[in-house]
């Protein structure tokens, strides 16, 4: 079992940059495919992006192409998310999770989660 902490979320302002981080402990990381998600208050949890093993192969959402950019260090079993121009409307709990396979959006497929990291973005 792989346990993933997430940290980085904060208060912001509109415009302004965050980078979140997830660390991955407990088995080896390699093979796993990463990816983030994240849940507004009366919303369903939603794809972010999603990153390969390899880091060769990157996959966002529409709403964050451009402004998010997710990356992965497989020696520090670390995946982080880099998130530039946030807007109010990027207000959530960011979610980090792992699957193996191929990339999907879809939250359910997608295996151990992390316990969230509280991302606001004030106007």
């Known amino acids: 079992q792989v346990q993933l902490v997430e940290s980085g979320g904060g208060l912001v302002q509109a415009g302004d940059s965050l980078r979140l981080s997830c660390a991955a402990s407990?088995?080896?990381?390699?093979?796993?495919?990463m990816g983030w998600f994240r849940q507004a208050p009366g919303k369903e949890r939603e794809f972010v992006a999603a990153?390969?093993?390899?880091?060769?192969?990157?996959y966002y959402a529409d709403s964050v192409k451009g402004r998010f950019t997710i990356s992965r260090d497989n020696a520090k079993s670390t995946v982080y998310l880099q998130m530039n121009s946030l807007k109010p409307e990027d207000t959530a709990v960011y979610y980090c999770?792992?699957?193996?396979?191929?990339?999907?959006?879809?939250?359910?497929?997608?295996?151990?989660w992390g316990q969230g990291t509280q991302v606001t973005v004030s106007s």
């Open positions: 407990g088995r080896t990381f390699s093979g796993y495919v």
């Open positions: 999770a792992l699957r193996i396979g191929t990339v999907v959006t879809t939250p359910v497929w997608y295996t151990s």
């Open positions: 990153i390969t093993w390899s880091g060769g192969n990157t």
